[in-house]
Nanobody
Framework: QLQLVVSGGGLVQPGGSLRLSCTASRFTLDSYAIGWFRQAPGKEREGVSCISSTGSGTDYVDSVKGRFAISRDNAKNTVYLQMNSLKPEDTAVYYC??????????????????WGQGTQVTVAS
């Protein structure tokens, strides 16, 4: 089973930026659409962004459009999430996962799988 490792989280002030990275040590990611998901305390996990296997297609949840940018470098086997103009409501544990797509209006995983350890992003002053 493909398992991904996330890094780059931390504490940042409102308006600040962070870049998350997602990679796999034993698999190549270039065959997979990769998505970023987040779960805030007391809330359901939501899809934030999804990028196609080639990087030619990207998708975002409305709340992050214009602030977040997903990208990938298949030569480095890594997918990134650049997060700018961060808001307190972006505080969550962020995960990456393969096999994302927009389904019924939301970014979801269309194949069941584990979530990995995630990385905490806290936006606070």
């Amino acid at each position: 089973q493909l398992q991904l490792v996330v890094s780059g989280g931390g504490l940042v002030q409102p308006g600040g930026s962070l870049r998350l990275s997602c990679t796999a040590s034993r698999f190549t990611l270039d065959s997979y659409a990769i998505g970023w998901f987040r779960q805030a305390p007391g809330k359901e996990r939501e899809g934030v962004s999804c990028i196609s296997s080639t990087g030619s297609g990207t998708d975002y949840v409305d709340s992050v459009k214009g602030r977040f940018a997903i990208s990938r470098d298949n030569a480095k086997n890594t997918v990134y999430l650049q997060m700018n103009s961060l808001k307190p409501e972006d505080t969550a544990v962020y995960y990456c996962a393969p096999d994302c797509a927009r389904v019924l209006g939301q970014i979801r995983r269309w194949r069941l799988g584990s979530w990995g350890q995630g990385t905490q992003v806290t936006v606070a002053s």
